[in-house]
């Protein structure tokens, strides 16, 4: 749902041939015109009247599945789980150690460095403010961001380039708090969730599926995707109140640790499931013919 550097829903009430007409697929109107007929194939056929469940991590990926008319009712809300055990083990190796810089005089985007994921709009927040941030990632707008930061003399970015999960582990827990300025669908981005976890409060878009993990003034503060003043006003509030930092890190960690652990994972899915199974009788049916 994102086509030529914005959202787009052009293709809402099974208007598939969008897709073909502004070339979102890698901005081939021949790959668009496959998918666009894919789509077409897809719903005429009656393929996913065919699905027993639809798992949707986040309310917000439901209800666009929903709004866009999808009648099967056997859709439901889950998580994502994480394996928790790889950051508390992370933790409990380096908390004595050197890497762990109590200043936390930085703060943090770890991600693919695209247009839609709004860095740009996190470097013009950041401009003139002297706050120190850290660019973890590759992709196609690398170049071009790091031109406009060369252009504009801001010596308060600096661009890390691909680092490995060690390395972005690392760099989160001796944040102060990360940003995912996000201007598309995210759904639930397992960035902010080991963010979370290292209980280190979120500076999100509100979009997507952002707002379901960062939770206004709770996990961390929301911002009007696209606005580098309303990003700038929520990035110094958190700068300039570490207390508030902490509370929030200590509410994050808790409220993620709740929705993605193992145990309430699966607790969802055996419900799921078993309403699912066919019938014991049924199933042994298949089993003997199979």
Not at 100 to 123: A, D, S
Not at 212 to 237: M, S
């Amino acid at each position: 749902m994102f086509s030529n550097n914005k959202v787009c829903e052009k293709c809402f009430g099974g208007n598939f041939y969008q897709c073909a007409i502004n070339k979102c697929k890698k901005q081939s109107f021949l790959a668009s015109a496959m998918a666009s007929i894919d789509a077409y194939f897809y719903n005429w056929n009656g393929i996913y009247k065919k699905v027993d469940a639809f798992l949707c991590p986040s309310e917000f990926l439901l209800n666009k599945f929903k709004a866009f008319g999808f009648k099967n009712p056997n859709f439901y809300l889950t998580n994502l789980c994480y394996d928790i055990s790889l950051i508390d083990t992370f933790i409990e190796k380096h908390q004595n150690d050197s890497i762990v810089r109590k200043e936390n005089n930085y703060i943090l985007y770890v991600g693919r460095i695209e247009r839609n994921k709004g860095i740009h709009t996190l470097i013009d927040a950041v401009e003139g403010t002297g706050i120190r941030l850290k660019i973890a990632g590759t992709g196609s707008a690398m170049e071009e961001l790091k031109a406009t930061v060369a252009e504009k003399k801001l010596t308060n970015i600096e661009f890390l380039g691909f680092q490995q999960k060690e390395a972005v582990f690392e760099l989160t827990m001796n944040s102060l708090f990360v940003v995912c300025p996000s201007e598309w669908y995210e759904n639930y981005p397992y960035s902010v969730i080991e963010t979370l976890l290292f209980s280190k409060p979120v500076v999100g878009s509100n979009i997507g599926g952002i707002p379901e993990l960062v939770i206004d003034g709770k996990t961390g503060f929301l911002h009007e995707p696209g606005n580098a003043t309303d990003l700038r006003e929520k990035i110094w509030q958190l700068w300039n109140d570490h207390k508030l930092v902490e509370q929030m890190g200590h509410n994050a960690r808790e409220w993620a640790f709740s929705k993605v652990n193992f145990e309430r994972h699966w607790e969802i899915l055996e419900n799921i499931i078993k309403r699912v199974s066919p019938p014991k009788k049924k199933l042994q049916k298949v089993m003997h013919e199979v």
